[in-house]
């Protein structure tokens, strides 16, 4: 089976497509990967071939920062790239409207990497949730109006898609988010992370953390160790998330690790304006992986993505979450009911050394976060098993499905061009160029 990655290329999205497709690969089928240029070097390591979606007219089309605008050039990207590898499925991240219109187009299933948590609405139950921030109804109208955006901005007629999707309805008259699933989608948590009682849309699979990152160059990690030792004070970690027009945290930070018993390892990560005082113990890093600097921290601060919240637990570290935009916000409220973090608010003193060193000391919250831990250690053990024993599943069950290709429709004959306006089918969508070149 052919099968093309087209993920987010940022870290949290990017990595765990690699861990599944380098599963796939081992099975023996062909696997290549399409994301912006950034993301060639992991692909290279992860094993896999990779083509950047530059040059399928997808500029800026994976790139999470952008996700609800660039609909159709990850679409014009994902259908050129995926014509040329003769893809038979796709695997792409949450929010890829783009990638799951192409799989309409191409008349190929799609399986969907997930986050640690389900963002929208349930099929049933969750009726007592808080509502951090705002609704699921609200969140899944949202994310469905963008869906939708993008399915007029490509060409393609308003739902229903090619498939009935009727089974990831919600039955309590929520808003039906099947069209944003996919054929199936992976999340990376565990039961424990959604609402008690609240049942999941039967597209919708658990399969634990997909942990796979780049290994941490020696002489990078040295000289954070050097740095570290400089200073000698227990260290905290600080992953920083979108602000989402929450204001920056600098100050807080700032405030909080000047002159006190702790030092912070800041991930700079995608936000922008790094604002660290030179008085402040405050290491501002970069880095591809986060594995090695969790393990040399005994407290996780962050605004509650995956990514960090999931690197944390498994290894055992409570956290101090500040959540904003985003799915921050469900994703905080589930660590919270768990007992595995404490919520450090974003508004109140600049100076949170005292909230930082209560969560410190509180051996509850590092039991809880232990035990949530646990869990997720063991189910990240077998999580590639399960995503490409899915992903198999996925494409056997669509073939036993009969379908028409969205290709011989009349209200899809043309290509996107370069300016998303289309091209005959004569033109240069190169339809029969040959497949990349897979080893």
Not at 95 to 112: I, M, S, Y
Request: proline share 8%; aromatic share 6%.
């Amino acid at each position: 089976m052919n099968i093309l990655l087209c993920p987010l290329s940022d870290g949290g999205y990017l990595y765990p497509a690699l861990a599944v497709g380098r599963e796939l690969r081992r099975r023996g089928h062909r696997v290549s990967v399409l994301g912006r240029s950034t993301a060639a070097p992991f692909a290279a390591e992860a094993g896999l071939p990779f083509a950047a979606a530059e040059q399928f007219g997808g500029e800026g089309a994976f790139s999470a920062a952008r996700w609800g605008v660039m609909g159709s050039a990850q679409y014009r990207a994902t259908v050129r790239a995926a014509r040329q590898a003769r893809a038979d499925l796709l695997v792409t991240s949450v929010l890829c409207n783009g990638a799951l219109l192409a799989a309409e187009t191409l008349d190929v299933p799609v399986v969907v990497i997930g986050l640690s948590i389900h963002l929208w609405t349930y099929r049933s139950g969750g009726a007592g949730e808080p509502q951090y921030g705002r609704s699921r109804e609200n969140r899944t109208l949202e994310t469905l109006a963008l869906y939708d955006a993008a399915r007029e901005e490509v060409g393609l007629p308003a739902r229903p898609s090619r498939r009935p999707r009727t089974g990831g309805a919600a039955t309590d008259g929520g808003p039906d988010a099947s069209a944003l699933l996919g054929d199936a989608l992976l999340l990376r948590g565990t039961a424990e992370l959604e609402y008690p009682g609240a049942e999941l849309p039967p597209q919708v699979h658990r399969i634990g953390p997909l942990s796979w990152e780049p290994a941490a160059d020696p002489g990078e990690l040295a000289a954070v160790d050097a740095a570290l030792a400089r200073s000698g004070k227990p260290v905290v970690y600080v992953h920083l998330g979108r602000f989402f027009g929450g204001g920056t945290p600098w100050p807080r930070l700032n405030a909080t690790f000047t002159g006190g018993r702790y030092q912070a390892v800041v991930e700079q990560g995608r936000t922008a304006g790094p604002a660290p005082d030179p008085h402040a113990d405050i290491l501002l890093v970069r880095k591809p992986w986060l594995g090695p600097l969790v393990d040399r921290a005994g407290l996780v601060l962050t605004a509650g993505t995956s990514a960090p919240v999931l690197g944390a637990l498994q290894r055992g570290r409570p956290l101090g979450v500040t959540p904003n935009g985003s799915e921050q916000p469900v994703l905080a409220g589930a660590l919270l009911r768990a007992g595995a973090a404490v919520h450090l608010p974003r508004t109140g003193e600049p100076d949170q050394s005292g909230l930082v060193d209560t969560a410190w000391r509180d051996d509850r919250l590092r039991s809880h976060a232990h035990r949530l831990g646990r869990r997720l250690a063991e189910a990240a053990a077998d999580a590639p098993h399960r995503a490409a024993d899915l992903v198999e599943r996925t494409a056997r069950t669509s073939d036993r499905q009969p379908a028409t290709s969205r290709e011989n429709h009349g209200y899809s004959n043309s290509r996107p061009g370069p300016r998303g306006r289309g091209e005959p089918l004569g033109g240069h969508a190169a339809v029969d160029r040959p497949a990349l070149r897979l080893p």
